[in-house]
Every structure is written in structure tokens, then in C-alpha cells.
């Protein structure tokens, strides 16, 4: 759920490892002021990047973080995270970022605050673009994660994180006893409705078209499920509320259909149109899949460009969890630690 408050927090300082911390090099840093060559450059600032910061940093890297102008990935838009591990209690998802970023500082993570612009990996060093800057790093880290598509409504974009969301698996346990309301057809809007019956009373499934996209067993289960009602040939043209959502407005989409929008009551919308991954930057530099998320090349998170290495939603379109991210992240760092190594050791 998303959070229109001012991210805080990003001054935090926790104490984690066993390892001496660096010191303070991002104290000292500042995006403008920030080297621009390295071992390691990281692109991206949600999860994958920033576990791939912090474990890079506790090896002795240095790396480079280019998070982006709106550092921090989907969680930035996420009110409060009950499902990432060691926070019982839940946490904001800004609060979760602030705290994974102060610890990739800590350890010596340096942090650029600007988007990429483009690459070149075609030799090395490979070379990044970021403000009229040019960053130079023997090895590269992709975690540029992937976008939520929305319905592009003002009133979707005011009310998210009051009951607007993208991600059931996220946020449904919020909407317990409530009625909500989820847009799609695809395979990925059946299961949220789907898993969203766990919580809600009803499940209203709004699709513009008079068919689903989804797979025939997901089609047969929504239709059989008792708690989801089927809303065909219908589309979200507002939400409305002040403070939380309240209801949203449907319009006929049926070819020549003039009736007045429909006000359907609900205490929460879902948004699952699907996600973009963030692959624009790269120019075409990597390979992407059908849907245009990268491309492993085996059962590491090695690219097929040596020395470049990807983590997070930019290639995993089936979880999409912060926790999944960041152990990605984690397995990133550690392949490039290695590869690193292994081309110091043979002089290359």
C-alpha cells in the first residue's frame, strides 16, 4: 500500500555484523561529491540493491549505489510491511528501506541519488551515464526491479496506500471483513482475487473485456468461488474517498453502451494490470524474456555478459516479494565478490 507521506529515516545507524565499520564514507559523500570508478557499481536502491550493497560492503568493496531520484524501490510506496522477516510488529515500507540503506552506508556503500541514464557493457570497464557523469566498474549489479502498471487515475494516485493497491499478497490481510475490488484478466488478477477471498467478504473482479486472458483453470475456480463476483465488460473510471477508499465508479465498456457509471462500494481497489521491469536503461544490452524481464544464464545470478549480474524484479516476475528480492541481492553480491576474485587472481 503506498505511503504519499515523506520518506524518513534515511539518517539511521544500526549495528548488525560483527565486521568494524568503515568510517563513515557516506557521511563524508555526497551524490555530487561521489567517485565515479569502482569494483562494483549497483544499480538499483529496493531491496535486491541494497542487500546487494551491504554484503558488497562487508566484502571490502566500496561499491557505488545509483538508486535513482526516488530512491527505494516499490516499498517506497508501501504504508506497512508485516511479511518481511524480524519486524513482528510490522514496519513502514519507507522505515524498512531507511534502515537496509544505513546499514549498506555503514559498511562503506556509497549512495548516488540519480537515475542511469544509459550503459555501455560492451568491454571493461563497463561504463554507466547517470547526470552528465560518467561511472566506470569492473563489475555491475542489475537490480533496477519493475513497475506496477496502474490505471493512470488521479484518484487512484491520491488514494494509494488508503486502499489502493497493487500487490494482494502485500496488503490483503488489511482489508479483512471488508469488500474489495480487483482489475484485471489476466492469470495474476485471478489469483489475487482469489487469495484475497482468504480476508475479504467479497471479492468484486472488474475486466473491461467480456473474456478473461487467464488460463481456463483459473477461470473455472473464480467462477465457482462463492465470495467473487464477476463485474465483465466494466472499468474503474474513479475512486472515490477522502482519507480511505470508499467506493469505486464503473463504466459499461460494451460497444455502444450509454448508461450513467456504476458506484460500486468498496475498502479497497486492486490494481493487477501487470508490472513493466525497469530494462529501458540498458538499451537492448542484456536479454530479455516475452514479457521483458532479463534473462538468467544458469542457476546463478550471472548475465550473459561477463562480469554483469542481475537481482530482484527486474527478472523475477513470478514472486515479486521484498524478501525474494533481497535474498537475490544477497546471491548477486556474493557472485560478484567471487568473480571479482577470480579476476584478480589471473591478473585479467
Not at 521483458?292 to 549480474?309: H, K, N, P
Request: net charge negative.
Amino acid at each position: 500500500m503506498a505511503n504519499t507521506e515523506t520518506p524518513k529515516g534515511f539518517g539511521l545507524a544500526i549495528d548488525f555484523g560483527a565486521v568494524a565499520p568503515a568510517p563513515d564514507p557516506a557521511v563524508a559523500t555526497t551524490t555530487s561529491t561521489a567517485p565515479t570508478e569502482a569494483k562494483l557499481l549497483i544499480l538499483g536502491s529496493g531491496p535486491a540493491g541494497l542487500t546487494a550493497a551491504i554484503y558488497a560492503a562487508r566484502a571490502g568493496l566500496a561499491p557505488i549505489v545509483i538508486g535513482g531520484y526516488a530512491p527505494g524501490g516499490q516499498l517506497m510506496l508501501t504504508s506497512e510491511v508485516e511479511n518481511f522477516p524480524g519486524f513482528p510488529d510490522g514496519i513502514d515500507g519507507p522505515e524498512l528501506m531507511a534502515k537496509m540503506r544505513a546499514q549498506a552506508e555503514r559498511f562503506g556503500s556509497i549512495m548516488v541519488d540519480q537515475d542511469v541514464d544509459r550503459v555501455d557493457l560492451s568491454a571493461q570497464p563497463h561504463r554507466v551515464w547517470s547526470a552528465g557523469r560518467e561511472f566506470r566498474a569492473e563489475a555491475i549489479i542489475v537490480a533496477t526491479g519493475a513497475s506496477a502498471l496502474w490505471l493512470g487515475l488521479e484518484s487512484e494516485t491520491r488514494l494509494r496506500g488508503r486502499g489502493v493497491s497493487a500487490c494482494a499478497t502485500c496488503d490483503g490481510f488489511f482489508f479483512k471483513g471488508q469488500e474489495v475490488v480487483v482489475v484485471g484478466g489476466g492469470d495474476t488478477a485471478l489469483e489475487e482475487a482469489l487469495f484475497l477471498t482468504r480476508f475479504a467478504t467479497k471479492v468484486h473482479l472488474v475486466h473491461r473485456r467480456e473474456t478473461f486472458r487467464a488460463s481456463k483453470i483459473m477461470i473455472s475456480r473464480v467462477e465457482a468461488h462463492p465470495l467473487i463476483q464477476l463485474h465483465m465488460n466494466r472499468e474503474v473510471i474513479e475512486v472515490l474517498g477522502e482519507k480511505s477508499t470508499e467506493a469505486v465508479m464503473l463504466r459499461d465498456t460494451t460497444p455502444g453502451a450509454t448508461g450513467a457509471p456504476e458506484r460500486l462500494a468498496t475498502g479497497g481497489l486492486f490494481v493487477a494490470i501487470g508490472h513493466k521491469p525497469n530494462t529501458a536503461l540498458l538499451g537492448g544490452a542484456l536479454p530479455v524474456d516475452a514479457a521483458g524481464y532479463l534473462q538468467l544464464e544458469s542457476d546463478t545470478t550471472a548475465s550473459q555478459i561477463d562480469g554483469v549480474f542481475i537481482a530482484g524484479d527486474v527478472h523475477d516476475h513470478r514472486y515479486r516479494q521484498a524478501v525474494t528480492a533481497a535474498g537475490d541481492g544477497c546471491r548477486a553480491a556474493l557472485d560478484a565478490e567471487r568473480w571479482l576474485a577470480e579476476r584478480d587472481a589471473s591478473g585479467s
